[in-house]
């Protein structure tokens, strides 16, 4: 009998030794249960073939051409990946809906003699349970919001105060971006769903009673689209301020930002798009110093001519509520750690308040 699972906590509470994803490498590319592994059953091409023939021809011929595929894979996963298993291993085995293929493959499993079980609805029901924490039900955690202009180092800060114990939110880690029109990074974002269902598993590790920090963001970052559920509490979410000389925020930005700086044709690629936006003469401008090489000029010619403005004008369409503001002077490792050691100290008087 299949396994039920009515809750995302209890179904990443399985217990089991392995969870293994059997659907084909697309499925599992785009996303799937954290930890699994994929041992597929029908590869992707093999997956096609048989649901053309299921369509197109017949269903008793797709079936039995499945069967045979899937057989002939299962064994072979026998025979590779599962070959130092002893008697008592205990996977728990899922597919896009607990039908044939994981199933098969949970039969041949226990007739080998291992404590193989499936998970009942398959991918679907994992999904579903995701969606239902991210889309349905409102957030249980305490947000506190780090805003500030670009090159105030707020990722750098989530970092340090999650060493100093701290509970934060990481969203550009999880969605693999930035956060801004020169935000990408090397690897290409991960799926909308793979961006949830890592948010999701973070949220499930955080503690309610505390509060968590992350980083005010618009509610896309890069093509990842932020979930409601976090959404909405982001928006009522206090915040904290940070202040920076242009200075200090344009050395850090040269630092952090240098695979992106020293990519010259790239950055003149996407500074192209916002011509219509902030004229000809200022993008023009910003292509002489990318020729000329002068990363610092062109950072700070991009945060006066564009990335401050943009955030005053996003600012003034929001009614924030700052509870903190946190100046800094510099943005070496001494002045961050100063300063997350402060925030560490407001963040800690919310959590007092928000618990009597």
């Known amino acids: 009998m299949a ?21 084909s490498p697309a499925e599992f590319a785009e996303d799937h249960f954290p930890g699994a592994i994929n041992l597929p059953v029908l590869d992707n091409a093999q997956r096609a073939e048989v649901g053309t023939i299921y369509k197109q021809k017949s269903p008793f011929l797709a079936r039995k051409l499945g069967a045979a595929l899937v057989f002939r894979n299962a064994a072979h996963h026998v025979e590779t990946a599962l070959r130092d298993h002893e008697g008592g291993w205990r996977p728990l085995v899922y597919c896009w809906r607990g039908g044939q293929r994981s199933g098969s493959f949970t039969w041949m499993l226990r007739e080998i003699g291992w404590r193989a079980e499936v998970i009942e609805g398959g991918y679907r029901s994992y999904r579903r349970l995701v969606n239902a924490a991210l889309y349905d039900v409102p957030l249980a955690h305490h947000l506190i919001l780090l805003d500030g ?17 701290g509970q934060m939110l990481d969203l ?3 969605a693999g971006h930035r956060g801004s029109l020169l935000g990408r990074m090397a690897t290409p974002q991960p799926s909308q769903k793979a961006f949830e269902s890592a948010l999701a598993m973070e949220l499930e590790k955080l503690d ?23 959404w909405v509490a982001m ?16 050395d850090y930005l040269v630092r952090a930002y240098d695979d992106v700086l020293s990519d010259g044709e790239r950055m003149m690629e996407l500074l192209d798009l916002l011509r219509a936006f902030r004229g000809n003469a200022v993008v023009d401008g910003w292509f002489e110093r990318i ?10 010619a991009l945060m ?11 600012r003034k369409a929001i009614s924030a509520r700052v509870i903190a503001e946190v100046s800094m002077d510099t943005l070496d490792e001494a002045g961050l750690d100063q300063t997350a050691a402060r925030i560490e100290r407001v963040v800690a008087d919310q959590g007092t308040c928000k618990l009597s």
């Open 3 to 23: 396994l039920k699972f009515d809750n995302l906590p209890d179904l990443l509470a399985h217990g089991f030794d392995t969870v293994i994803d059997v659907r």
């Open 149 to 165: 202009y670009t090159g105030t180092a707020k990722t750098d800060l989530l970092h340090r105060l999650k060493a100093r114990g």
């Open 172 to 174: 550009e880690g999880l």
């Open 208 to 230: 309610p009673s505390r509060p968590v920090v992350i980083e005010a963001e618009s509610s896309k970052i890069g093509e990842r689209i932020i979930p409601p559920s976090l």
């Open 235 to 250: 928006k009522d979410a206090p915040r904290i301020q940070l202040n920076a000389p242009i200075v200090a925020r344009t």
């Open 291 to 300: 020729k000329e090489g002068d990363k610092p000029g062109l950072t700070r």
């Open 304 to 314: 006066e001519q564009h990335y401050d403005p943009a955030y005053d004008k996003s």
